[in-house]
């Protein structure tokens, strides 16, 4: 957070924006310097803190390359740029947006963690998929820069070249699958030309199941993608051969993917929380369900994450009710850490009514810069934050703004998103019925889908009055994603304007207990060994079943894998319950050994095995019946009593023969020849 020891310049950008420099000093402790033009005639102000050696702000983004031009002869300086301009000082409520500035530059110098990246190698092998000349056209033209081969689908009629130096084949591609620099394609009605070819290229015989491989696929064929979500798919260019300019750009873009590419490790996955399934049960698809690449696939008892497909729109780590998925630009403690500094900044500048609009970079950015530029720029209270992917949030995000004392919510994405947005409305509506539920209003938990800068304006404006907390919380959030979720609900909770236990929500939500029928439950402990969170616990003194409300996902492997079917979900949030200790669904007397008098098993579920065989088997009828001891006993010494006694368990009286079909024919007809065999 921007200290006592640094230097802040804020700039009127030649007096266009009306500057609060009250309220900015009342949020940022820093020494300020006001000037009109610090990119021209004030630079030496600049100048002059690079001297002083201390970090600087500067409330300006259009001039960071000057800025950093000029403060290349000083290596050691520590320089942040934040826009306030854009974000707030472009707009009809301008004069009002002294604590919007002050929260955004206060939040601008929150360190963010590095970005983990993983490496594309393309060495430029190339296959041009496509039916006539337009594929054979974009080979020409690429030929000297890449290793091309085409491959023609149901060709129509394609001349024959002088001089072949690429190949040109024929086939359907029937799988695909890879990205950048690992591209591997299954080929069906593969054949080879035939060099007699005169007026039309003519191809071989054809043969099924071939494999190709290739660093990038360029896709001419004008057929449905080779790939879900093709757009995000790292090396395949797609474009439909009778658009001139989307072909002219597909070809250009495929000159320029030849090297090493660094890509963003987009989440990170540990697979020791993953709650997909156990014991071939399924459980939990949450993440499956939304990914739009293919990149997640199930991997055992977990999933498995291919960072090299995936395209970042953070969806599964939103949705991830254990946290074994987590976003990673930023992670969601950073980002919290950021909004803490965001809201608490804006509060003591003297704000009020803090709304938070997420948004992206290359829909956000032009959208709000365009609403500033010709529009009237965005309301005072609305504080705008950008992230990667919008898509990325999840419910802890959201009910951290509440915690920290916003009052809204709005999350900015396309008329026609690039990602699916499922996730997010899912998220958007779990976490407007809390809120809503707590008392910071109804819909303050807003989706705004625009292209339109004045709609957003509009939008902007009609958003709800909500509620903002009398007890502002002052948490850090650190740690793994699933702590810091839990840690915000009970901030969330103690904030909430008026706070209920107990808040019902839809299926699917991550949140909630289970209902145990008492009766049905034998204690055998299956839903222990599958419940991944250990939300369900044994004791291994007494017999018992224990539940954990605030680490149940809901996944419902415990339901899925009771054999009693006793078990049932209840989505819900029950604040009481997540801060109770263990709760105890079921306890029974344990059974004693006779032999040893160590307790084991149940007595109810003994005695009903008792009951079960007592002179019902003939193990233990008549002066076999004192064989019903050793149901009596632990399992070492049942062992011991059975050797002891020398019990032959091949014993049993011999049953009877199996008949075949013939035997019962036979007996069938021997019975019709028998004149008393119906007396």
Not at 415 to 444: C, M, N, Q, W, Y
Not at 500 to 512: E, K, Q, S
Request: glycine share 8%; hydrophobic share 40%.
């Amino acid at each position: 957070m921007i200290g006592a020891t640094s230097r802040l310049l804020i700039c009127s950008c030649e007096k266009t924006m009306p500057l609060d420099a009250q309220a900015i000093a009342r949020g940022c402790a820093a020494q300020t310097t006001q000037v009109n033009q610090l990119c021209g005639l004030d630079l030496d102000q600049f100048k002059a803190a690079l001297a002083e050696g201390a970090p600087i702000t500067v409330a300006c983004t259009q001039e960071a390359p000057l800025f950093r031009e000029v403060a290349e002869n000083s290596p050691q300086a520590s320089l942040t740029f934040v826009n306030i301009r854009e974000t707030g000082g472009w707009s009809k409520d301008a004069s009002k947006a002294g604590p919007k500035a002050a929260a955004l530059i206060a939040a601008a110098s929150e360190d963010m963690p590095p970005i983990p990246v993983v490496t594309l190698e393309s060495g430029g092998v190339t296959l041009i998929y496509g039916c006539d000349d337009v594929a054979i056209d974009a080979a020409k033209r690429l030929a000297d820069r890449l290793d091309i081969t085409v491959i023609l689908t149901k060709p129509r009629d394609v001349t024959p070249r002088a001089v072949n130096e690429f190949p040109v084949l024929k086939g359907t591609i029937r799988n695909a699958r890879g990205y950048l620099g690992n591209f591997e394609l299954a080929i069906d009605d593969y054949a080879l030309p035939s060099p007699s070819s005169r007026g039309t290229l003519l191809f071989g015989s054809a043969r099924d199941g071939a494999t190709s491989t290739c660093d990038i696929v360029l896709d001419l064929s004008g057929g449905a993608p080779l790939f879900p979500a093709h757009e995000l798919r790292s090396g395949y260019l797609r474009a439909d051969p009778r658009d001139r300019g989307a072909v002219e750009r597909a070809i250009a873009d495929a000159g320029n993917l030849v090297g090493t590419f660094d890509k963003p490790r987009f989440v990170h996955f540990e697979e020791s929380l993953c709650a997909h399934s156990r014991s071939n049960i399924t459980g939990c698809t949450r993440c499956l369900d939304l990914c739009p690449t293919g990149a997640i696939t199930p991997n055992g008892n977990a999933v498995a994450i291919d960072p090299y497909i995936c395209a970042g729109c953070g969806s599964c780590a939103s949705a991830c009710p254990t946290g074994a998925a987590s976003y990673l630009l930023p992670s969601a403690d950073a980002l919290m850490r950021r909004l803490r500094t965001l809201l608490q900044t804006y509060r003591k500048a003297g704000g009020e009514n803090a709304v938070v609009l997420f948004h992206d970079g290359d829909h956000g950015d032009p959208l709000i810069d365009a609403l500033a530029r010709f529009g009237d720029g965005l309301p005072a209270n609305v504080l705008a934050v950008r992230v990667n992917e919008v898509t990325q949030l999840g419910p802890e995000t959201i009910a951290a703004v509440f915690a920290y004392g916003g009052t809204g919510v709005a999350l900015l994405t396309r008329a026609k998103p690039k990602h699916d947005i499922a996730g997010l409305r899912r998220t958007a509506e779990l976490s407007g019925t809390i809120g809503a539920a707590l008392g910071f209003g109804e819909g303050v938990v807003r989706m705004i889908e625009t292209d339109d800068p004045d709609q957003l304006r509009a939008m902007l404006d009609a958003m709800p009055a909500g509620v903002a907390t009398g007890v502002v919380a002052s948490f850090i959030p650190r740690g793994a994603k699933r702590s810091v979720l839990e840690t915000t609900f009970r901030e969330l909770h103690l904030a909430a304007p008026t706070p209920v236990d107990i808040v019902p929500l839809a299926p699917g939500a991550p949140f909630g207990g289970v209902r145990l029928n008492v009766e049905g439950c034998t204690l055998c402990h299956a839903c222990v060994t599958a419940c991944p969170t250990d939300a369900l616990s044994d004791n291994p003194d007494r017999a018992m079943l224990r539940f954990t409300e605030s680490l149940c996902v809901q996944c419902g492997l415990c339901e899925s894998t009771c054999p009693e079917n006793v078990i049932t979900l209840e989505p819900r949030l029950d604040f009481q319950a997540w801060n109770a200790p263990l709760r105890i669904l079921k306890e029974e007397e344990p059974f004693n050994c006779i032999a040893c008098g160590t307790p084991f098993g149940t007595r109810s579920s003994i005695e009903r095995v008792l009951s079960k065989l007592q002179e019902k088997h003939w193990m233990f009828v008549g002066a076999n019946a004192r064989r019903l001891d050793v149901i009596k006993m632990c399992a070492d010494c049942r062992v011991e009593a059975v050797v002891n006694e020398s019990f032959d368990p091949h014993a049993a009286p011999q049953r009877p023969p199996v008949m075949t079909t013939e035997d019962y024919l036979r007996a069938r007809d021997e019975k019709k020849n028998d004149p008393f065999g119906s007396q």
